[in-house]
């Protein structure tokens, strides 16, 4: 659970998933905070999926759940399973529309927080590769040197040692484009895999920070987002923040 946040609206017309919770509503556009480990949509097309989102049934062609009696709740963007944090839904057609072209041509402010093994150092760094993916059996895998260009920003939050020793930073991410497994790839090219990640990241200091420090999630967060876009002759922004879970401060030794 994450910690204290901007009040939580009343959302009793949301059928959410487990741990899902609304952090703000306005100009048409809802951000939910969604748990490590939940989906943000059912693989199957028209079913209940109790470790989704939404416990409603999901239209994979439309991208849409569909709520009985309420109509169609429209998921803007996506986030990994193991990743927490905000993820953008809206009940309207067009607006949804407009925002999802926004976060394909890039123009989505998205602020990610991550806890990573090693010194990252101190400061900001801008981070370019080249990321190629392919989907096999067992799911998407991306890798670089090939491919698409990725970008993001990253800054320097903190840097030390765990509570066992072990070398951490955590780090802000501030992606300028949305290739599939992005920052997972790019700070594992850099020696600074993500704590708990299954995939790209360091596996015998993973199997430590889950004995030692009782993490076992992916330590990857989606903190914060903000956009602009035009609807009925109105510019309207959007901001939604949501802190990163206390486990990312209290990994760190005194």
């Known amino acids: 659970m994450p910690e204290t946040r901007q009040q939580a609206l009343p959302a009793d017309e949301l059928p959410l998933g487990p741990g899902v919770e609304v952090i703000t509503r306005a100009a048409g556009l809802t951000a939910l905070y969604k748990p490590e480990g939940l989906r943000a949509h059912p693989n199957e097309g028209g079913r209940v ?17 569909i709520l009985p009696g309420e109509g169609k709740l429209h998921l803007l963007h996506r986030l990994d399973g193991p990743t927490s944090g905000l993820i953008l839904v809206c009940s309207d057609e067009a607006l949804a529309a407009t925002v999802r ?46 491919g698409d260009m990725a970008e993001a920003r990253m800054s320097v939050l903190r840097s030390g040692v765990a509570r066992n020793g072990m070398p951490l930073s955590r780090i802000a991410l501030e992606p300028a484009t949305g290739r599939t497994h992005q920052l997972r790839v790019q700070c594992a090219e850099r020696r600074l895999p993500i704590l708990g990640d299954a995939t790209y990241g360091n596996f015998a200091w993973n199997r430590r920070a889950a004995k030692e420090l009782g993490i076992k999630r992916l330590c990857l967060h989606a903190a914060a987002v903000t956009l602009e876009f035009q ?11 949501c802190p990163a879970p206390e486990q990312f401060a209290a990994a760190f030794g005194s």
Not at 49 to 65: H, R, S, T, V
Not at 123 to 145: I, N, V, Y
Not at 231 to 241: H, I, L, P, V
Request: net charge positive; charged share 35%; with cysteine.
């Open 231 to 241: 609807k009925d002759g109105r510019t309207s922004q959007f901001t939604a923040k």
């Open 101 to 146: 072209g926004l976060f394909e041509r890039h123009m989505v402010k998205k602020r990610y927080e991550a806890l990573v093994f090693g010194d990252a150092g101190r400061g900001s760094q801008l981070w370019r590769d080249r990321l190629r993916t392919e989907k096999g059996r067992a799911g998407a895998r991306t890798s670089s040197g090939t």
């Open 49 to 65: 999926d109790k470790g989704a989102l939404i416990a409603a049934p999901y239209d994979l062609n439309e991208e849409c759940y």
